[in-house]
């Protein structure tokens, strides 16, 4: 069982910067891939980033791609994500997710899910 910790949302302003962190409870981190997700009230989970286990793979949602950055730390088990140029549509829970080496931005490749932290971009 993998645990996920997700850290870092908060309220800020459109145009505004948040760099969100996921800390993972494992020993074999290096060996699944990561990917955040969103999810806003009345709407279904959307895909935003993911990077394979090695780092060597990056994909981005066309929502986001240009104004997001996926990276990892294998040696802290974590992953973070570098949100910038924040919009009121990017007003989310940002949910952390481990699974599959390359899993891509295929959820249902995601077998570990984060309790998701808050992301309000205010107007």
């Known amino acids: 069982q993998v645990q996920l910790l997700e850290s870092g949302g908060g309220l800020v302003e459109v145009g505004g910067s948040l760099r969100l962190s996921c800390t993972a409870s494992?020993?074999?981190?290096?060996?699944?891939?990561m990917g955040w997700f969103r999810q806003a009230p009345g709407k279904e989970r959307e895909s935003v980033a993911a990077i394979s286990f090695t780092g060597g793979n990056i994909w981005y949602a066309d929502a986001v791609k240009g104004r997001v950055t996926i990276s990892r730390d294998n040696a802290k088990n974590t992953v973070y994500l570098q949100m910038s140029s924040l919009k009121p549509e990017d007003t989310a829970s940002y949910y952390c997710?481990?699974?599959?080496?390359?899993?891509?931005?295929?959820?249902?490749?995601?077998?570990?899910w984060g309790q998701g932290t808050q992301v309000t971009v205010s107007s």
């Open positions: 494992t020993l074999t981190f290096n060996t699944y891939g």
């Open positions: 997710a481990a699974g599959e080496f390359s899993a891509g931005l295929d959820s249902q490749r995601y077998h570990y």
